[in-house]
T-cell receptor, first 115, second 113 residues
Framework: EPEVTQTPSHQVTQMGQEVILRCVPI?????FYWYRQILGQKVEFLVS????????KSEIFDDQFSVERPDGSNFTLKIRSTKLEDSAMYFC?????????????FGEGSRLTVL | GENVEQHPSTLSVQEGDSAVIKCTYS??????FPWYKQELGKRPQLIID?????GEKKDQRIAVTLNKTAKHFSLHITETQPEDSAVYFC????????????FGKGTKLSVKP
């Protein structure tokens, strides 16, 4: 069964450093998402991406964050200058259609620890 | 924007009993309501979903009901088993063009043998 894959599974970084989290969505999916989950809390929407551009973003997704689809398979989340409060599990998800009608498939997540 | 409230935050039941988790949403334009199960340290996995054109959907021991007028939807698990123990999240599409999911805060279900 096809899966969304994410790397790295865990990254530890110093505050102020740049971090890139990588995702390979399911190959025939058209919509891509990043969500984050602070330990013990709910899953929070960050950004959605369709047709090579951001379609929606939340208040959390400020100028420190950016997303890119550098090639036909990868979808990346970059945090330019990490803060302690960026420590969380970051989930990539993809969908054939938009969330209005279709199921989101989540990756296993990338745990980011900012020291 | 969409706001999803979920109750209870924790739920403990005996094996074999039923469990009910309730959610309310604010955006009347929302029309897709999935439920995700998340085991410790794992990804959220879809267990059942309902769209606004139906009021109830069942899949074996799991059922979801939707009341669009009242803007609430519920997850029902019957004959609970220890492996049902997990955190359950409800979600609603936010009514925007992409229908991004807005999640509730989760319910930690513990099923005691």
């Amino acid at each position: 069964e096809p899966e969304v894959t994410q790397t790295p599974s865990h990254q530890v970084t110093q505050m102020g450093q740049e971090v890139i989290l990588r995702c390979v969505p399911i190959s025939n999916h058209l919509y891509f998402y990043w969500y984050r989950q602070i330990l013990g809390q709910k899953v929070e929407f960050l950004v959605s991406f369709y047709n090579n551009e951001i379609s929606e973003k939340s208040e959390i997704f400020d100028d420190q964050f950016s997303v890119e689809r550098p090639d036909g398979s990868n979808f990346t989340l970059k945090i330019r200058s990490t803060k302690l409060e960026d420590s969380a599990m970051y989930f990539c998800a993809s969908s054939v259609t938009s969330g209005r009608a279709g199921e989101l498939f989540f990756g296993e997540g990338s745990r980011l620890t900012v020291l | 924007g969409e706001n999803v409230e979920q109750h209870p935050s924790t739920l403990s039941v005996q094996e074999g009993d039923s469990a009910v988790i309730k959610c309310t949403y604010s955006d009347s334009a929302s029309n897709y309501f999935p439920w995700y199960k998340q085991e410790l340290g794992k990804r959220p996995q879809l267990i059942i979903d309902i769209r606004s054109n139906v009021g109830e959907k069942k899949d074996q021991r799991i059922a979801v009901t939707l009341n669009k007028t009242a803007k609430h939807f519920s997850l029902h698990i019957t004959e609970t088993q220890p492996e049902d123990s997990a955190v359950y999240f409800c979600a609603a599409s936010d009514g925007g063009s992409q229908g991004n999911l807005i999640f509730g805060k989760g319910t930690k279900l513990s099923v005691k043998p």
